[in-house]
């Protein structure tokens, strides 16, 4: 874009968070982890957001079910050695407390076959995987969107939480929020193609023993890029362009093992834990 646009551009991006208020709405609240979202409850027609996912989603069973599904919008397998196996019926791996979502990775005895995804590694697990009814899909409609949650997340070797967005059709696009590679270190990824990445590595030492927020906000550029800017504990932590505009982007949470995040993973069970999910969606005006 032209370098004076870009100017104007900078300048609307950097003040995004007064401009909401402005509006005298302020859901995205991304600089402090307790504050609660204040707007929240007034949301209604005659504002110009909408929450797709409420934080009162994981409250109970009926909540979660309203808002999200079960497992990974292909099935219950990725690139791991674990398996998704919770459904409405089989809550094994995945419990509810006082908002708070529980993922449960268990180890498996005995053989119980290969992922059906690349690179088919031996299921050694079974875990959990959440993905939101609501896609993701910034276009001139619905330009700006807000993701965030507080996690608790596991950092063993051969674990690998993620809290992302992954493209409906085909792949990329892919960004990544939360994920955690077996070690301390927050990987945000943004893939524009499966090798034009841009990653931003943020050390989080007490990851699993403390509510962490992970946020990005997508805000529309044109009718090619959109802009993605991540957030931890409410920290600017990157700013990456992709040209994801108007392509839609399922969101999910998962407990994947061993893959990227090398193994042997943990031979007892592990958790991931997360509360306060939510996704806002602004309108045009
Ligand atoms: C594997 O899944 C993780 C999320 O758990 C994702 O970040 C990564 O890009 C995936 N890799 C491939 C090759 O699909
Ligand atoms: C984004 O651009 C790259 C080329 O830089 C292209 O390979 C890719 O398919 C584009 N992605 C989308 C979602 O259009």
Redesign the pocket.
Known sequence: MPIRLFIIFLLTFTSCDTGSEKNGANPGDLGDVSTDNKGINNAGKDQNFEVLITKSSFDNFEALEKEWNYNYPWGSD???SARMTTSTQNHDQISLDNGVLTITATPLMGDAGKSSH?PYLKIKYHAASLHAKQVIQVNRGYPKYELSGEFKAPVDKGT?P?F?I?AVNG?PP?S?IL?FKGDSLN?Q?T?IT?KDVFTEKTAVPDAPLKWHKYSAVLEMIDDQDIMITYYTDGERTASHKANFTDKPMWV?I?L?ME??SGSPGPSSPVTYQSRNVELIRYRNQ
């Open positions: 990725h690139n791991g690349p690998w993620a992302w992954t792949w892919e990544d994920e990987w990824n893939f499966p999910i998962n994947q893959g990227s």
